[in-house]
């Protein structure tokens, strides 16, 4: 981590939902939480937790210096709402495989 830099991971203490024009996208018991310096609090959710068969998987794919490669899906409606990183970096190697959400509501 480069200096002020800072991640945590560690399980929510909260319900996750997550709901894009009405429909329940996902929902868990069992969410991580991932805190970044500078960055809002991002929910992370095991993939048994997320409705996959609403989504499909996108060409895009990013970098992150501290988190690693991330793979994207999408909704008809909604290009790359949804990134996992299916091979972190060790530091945060509790997200692997792990749903996290963009523009939508979590509460």
């Known amino acids: 981590m480069t ?3 800072r991640i945590t991971v560690e399980p929510s ?3 996750v939902r997550v709901v894009r024009d009405g429909q ?3 929902e868990s018991d069992t969410a991580l939480v991932l805190r970044e310096t500078g960055l809002p609090d991002r929910y992370y959710l ?3 937790d997320v409705r ?3 989504l499909t998987p996108s060409a895009t794919h990013t970098h992150c210096p501290f988190k690693g490669d991330a793979s994207y899906w999408s909704l008809p409606d909604a290009p790359d709402l949804v990134w996992a990183y299916p091979d972190p970096k060790p530091e945060v190697a509790e997200i692997k495989d792990h749903l996290c959400f963009y523009d939508a509501e979590v509460s």
Do not use: I, S
Request: aromatic share 0%; glycine share 6%.
């Open 52 to 54: 996959l068969d609403l």
């Open 13 to 15: 203490d909260r319900h």
């Open 46 to 48: 095991p993939p048994q």
């Open 24 to 26: 329940v996208l996902a």
């Open 3 to 5: 200096k002020g830099h």
